[in-house]
């Protein structure tokens, strides 16, 4: 048997109805099965230029209606709570070269928690080049820091200082 919500005031309707009995909206349009009291509520988007058998873009968020899974965004670009592509914009996700959100895992990373292989930019980073509150690398920019070379504000280490100072002074 399906579950529906009333969207406005959570009604639990356990039979189709044009009305919620509670509110008095009319639910013709926006009943959404649930199980479990989680909504099944969610949105998906695939181009259809493909890439090495990947869709260029692939936006997907929620979860899916009929199973009840997590959609997962994955395409030479992923845009979702969860991504894996070369590009990926998500809250969790894996990117081949580049990587945005919040906990990131790729060659470049730039996210609350990210996991750098070359550059790691983040409240918590790691890579080569790592920059972040907290942060683990070779070339290491942080509040806190460990690696090689760290300019942080207990260590100055004189090749770090040069290192990043070079690079900050070309954005003048």
Same mark, same amino acid.
């Given at each position: 048997?399906?579950?529906?919500? &009333?969207?406005? &005031? ?12 509670? &509110? ?11 199980? /479990? $009291? ?6 998906? =988007? ?7 058998? =990947? ?9 899916? +209606? ?16 969860? /991504? ?27 996210? +609350? ?6 550059? $790691? ?11 972040? +509150?907290?942060?683990? /690398? ?8 460990? $690696?090689?070379?760290? =300019? ?12 990043? $100072? ?7």
């Amino acid at each position: 048997m399906k579950v529906f919500n &009333c969207p406005e &005031c959570g009604y639990a309707l356990y039979e189709p109805s044009q009305q919620c009995p509670c &509110c008095g909206k009319n639910l013709e349009k926006t009943r959404e099965p649930i199980r /479990g $009291g989680i909504y099944y509520r969610g949105f998906e =988007w695939r181009s259809r230029t493909t890439l090495m058998g =990947w869709p260029l873009i692939h936006v997907a968020f929620g979860r899916n +209606q009929n199973t009840g899974k997590l959609r997962v965004a994955k395409g030479i670009i992923a845009i979702g709570q969860f /991504g894996f592509g070369y590009i990926t914009f998500a809250q969790f996700g894996i990117g081949f070269v580049f990587g945005f959100g919040q906990f990131i895992a790729s060659l470049i990373a730039i996210s +609350q928690f990210s996991l750098g292989i070359y550059l $790691g930019l983040g409240q918590f980073a790691t890579g080569y080049i790592a920059i972040g +509150q907290i942060a683990f /690398g070779i070339y290491v920019l942080a509040q806190v820091g460990y $690696g090689k070379y760290v =300019w942080s504000t207990i260590i100055k280490h004189p090749e770090a200082i040069r290192f990043f $100072g070079s690079r900050l002074s070309k954005l003048h």
